[in-house]
């Protein structure tokens, strides 16, 4: 049976967005109809679908208010889509504010619509532990009908910091296998000016302090000590000037890409050799997943979800946090021995595929729809 389905996330925010969006399409594709609820376009749906929908939240500034009213906006439009197209339920991306409008939502319509909230991390791992926030937190996840979160580590630091009376259900994250694989890009290695001798290493994130961009320029330099190699760095962020400052102090300017944020993301891993994410929070990392479909091996942080998604010694290394050194010396043992990254490389493309494909993931979003509206 078809279900209607309202999405609301944050659309600019990074990999919750895209994994609300890929959910939606991949759901308007099993027969459901979506309504994605949200302040701006989430997504380029990439083709037209008879079945999703967009409903803008638009907040209008009165001079009576010194902070325009987002919150109210987003459960007033919930209200109103979910009354108007008789939604089953929404699916909310962040307990706070998204979990706390939904329920406003509930409330306004009289109880008629059922909430589920995927916890992504920023809203426990960071905001948890704003005491202004963190009751405002655990009434959100409380007032949900499901909670799902994308990792056992989010849970259990859920369960941990919150002490919220809620099962939460891991689900992982997942890539949409038809977006995400290795392609033949030399023609775009050679645009960059890399050499075809020389090793690409990328990294991509919203460049926040949370990400260690230093410890990533850190165990790039050690690397290219040892290896010709070349560092992108994907995205913007706040640490990104301090990031420009440390590759001159090092010396590397010449072998560190500063790409900005790009959309066609699995192009550059295409031609790369070995991501990097060395954070120190992360619940999932779904950057890690991306490359991995394309056969790029990985290096993470021993920390948060990181240990979930990369198999240790076959799909890439887990160093501890801060280790740059052991994070080089990984690196180096892999990228100079071309058998070994053969197979890390299509075993990184097998794991995603047995542990984190699509159709078994969204199958057990769908379950925990069924399983909340079968519930009175
Ligand atoms: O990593 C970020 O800063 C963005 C943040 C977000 O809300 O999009 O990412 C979180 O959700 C992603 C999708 O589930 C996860 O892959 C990221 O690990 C998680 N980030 C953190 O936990 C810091």
Redesign the pocket.
Known sequence: MGLKIGITC?PT???????ATELGKLLAERGHEIHFITSSMPFRLGKVYHNVFYHEVEVNHYSVFKYPPYDLALASKMAEVAKREKLDLLHVH?AVPHAVCAFLAKQMLGGTVKIVTTL???DI??LGYDPGLSEMIRFGIEASDAVTS?SHSLKKDTQNLLKADKEIIPIH?FVDEREYYRRDNLSLKKAYGIEDDEKVIVHI??F?G?KRIQDVICTFSKINEQIPSKLLLIGNGPELTAACERVRELGIQDHVLFLGKQEKVADLFSISDLKILL?E???????LLEAMACGVPVIGSDI??IPEVIADGETGYIVPLGDVEQAAERAVSLLSDSEKHAVFSLNAVRHVQAHFASEKIVSEYEDVYFKVLSEK
């Open positions: 944050y925010v990074g990999g919750s967005g895209v994994v962040y992504h991390g920023t791992t960071v994308v994250n994130s919203n926040r949370v954070s929070k992360e619940s999932f990392g779904l950057v948060g979800g």
